[in-house]
């Protein structure tokens, strides 16, 4: 254990805030998850072992990842893109059918599945960091680096939305960051938006989901008006949360847990608060607020371009994603089912969230280490 602590590297602010949603998910999600135990008739401590599992699981693929020098993931995003393309047209076709929608494809033999678009996350935003940062010097050229970035940003949007609208719109919006941070041009970042609101308009007028993405807008539109049991999820995540006070119920006191659908996963964030009130709340937006700070520092740092896109984009689509959980839960937007990251029980979307963070950190380490070298040579000069 001491051997690998001492070996551990990178930002110790970006580990303390690992171990700390590590706990508050423990916590939130063995009182969340009393209605799941019942329904599938078993204890509700084998679930939360297997979630304990998962945790322990992601934080070694973290350690793993954040060993590895960041610039290797140059290379490993193409071969990702290779394999995220083919899989994310798998899992339409023959992915597990929930809710009118294809998301998730079998991992044979384990028991598991998981969905193809937190792979895609992780290809797409390290393949931006690879092109942009290897095209700077023609970045203006439309043949050699805006056909490439545009078709890569397009197909992965459109092959993730016609299933998960929400989770594209997110990392649509990571990719146009990226965009900006890597010198793009305004004129070509608006023909990639305009080609992002083309697909947009298909899914909704065209796509399988298409009668349930306008339920869900038009119930937080008007949630007077919407059938009750459409608006049931978004009222009891109100409920949860106007209830909860400053101080909270306590832990394992929520009143609206059998309420909730998905308490466990999209609307832990009302639970967390209804449980631990406005302070709760406010302690875990801090945290998530504070990860942006450090993840920004590391971006800002990093001595290049790769690094700085890499750190920047795999940081913006986690803290995107834990804002667009937050606001849905307080009523600032329609229900989407985007997970809480780190904090939801997720399975294996909590291990392509381990291994962002630990290419985060694996970017911090090589910020860290020129330093103990200029260090130790200014040692040897004085002695």
């Given amino acids: 254990m001491n051997k690998i602590l001492s070996n551990t590297k990178g930002d110790r602010w ?8 590590s706990v508050i998910s423990l916590l939130a999600v063995y009182s969340a998850i009393g209605s799941l135990a019942y329904k599938r008739g078993v204890g509700a401590e084998s679930i939360l072992m297997k979630h304990l599992a998962m945790i322990v699981g992601g934080i070694g693929l973290m350690y793993i990842s954040h060993k590895i020098d960041y610039r290797y993931y140059r290379g490993i995003s193409k071969l990702l893109m290779i394999i995220t393309i083919p899989l994310l047209f798998y899992t339409l076709i023959f992915g597990n059918h929930v809710n009118e929608a294809s998301r998730w494809i079998a991992i044979p033999g384990t028991g598991l599945s998981f969905q193809t678009s937190d792979l895609a996350k992780l290809a797409l935003i390290t393949y931006l960091a690879r092109t942009l940062s290897i095209k700077q010097e023609n970045i203006k050229d439309v043949k ?26 997110m990392l649509f919006g990571v990719s146009i960051l990226l965009l900006i941070m890597g010198r793009i041009s305004v004129k070509q ?13 298909g899914i909704l007028l065209l796509g399988p989901r298409r009668h349930m993405y306008m339920t869900r807008i038009n119930t937080f539109r008007h949630p007077e008006m919407a059938d009750p049991d459409k608006a049931q999820q978004a009222n009891h995540a109100k409920i949860a949360i106007a209830t909860g006070g400053i101080f909270g119920k306590g832990v394992g006191n929520s009143d609206e ?3 909730l659908p998905e308490a466990y996963s999209d609307e832990i964030y009302a639970i967390i608060v209804e449980e631990y009130g406005l302070v709760g709340g406010i302690v875990l937006i801090s945290i998530y607020l504070f990860l942006l700070f450090r993840c920004i520092k590391i971006a800002t740092k990093a001595p290049k371009a790769f690094g ?21 839960a307080v009523g600032l937007g329609p229900v989407t089912g985007i997970p809480l990251p780190f904090v ?31 260090v130790g040579e200014i040692r040897e000069v004085a002695i």
């Fill in 257 to 259: 847990i059998n309420s």
């Fill in 344 to 374: 939801s029980m997720g399975g294996t979307s909590i291990l392509f969230t381990s291994i962002a963070f630990g290419i985060i950190l694996s970017v911090s380490r090589d910020i860290e280490e020129p330093k103990k070298i200029i």
């Fill in 144 to 169: 050699q680096s805006f056909i490439p970035i545009m078709g890569a940003v397009c197909v992965v949007f459109a092959l993730i939305a016609w299933a998960n609208l929400s989770t594209a719109l």
């Fill in 308 to 328: 700085t896109l890499l750190a920047a984009g795999l940081s913006f689509s986690l803290t995107i994603q834990a804002f667009a959980n937050m606001a849905v």
């Fill in 189 to 201: 970042i608006a023909v990639v938006c305009f080609a992002g609101m083309i697909v947009l308009a």
């Fill in 14 to 21: 970006i580990w303390l805030i690992v171990i700390l949603l």
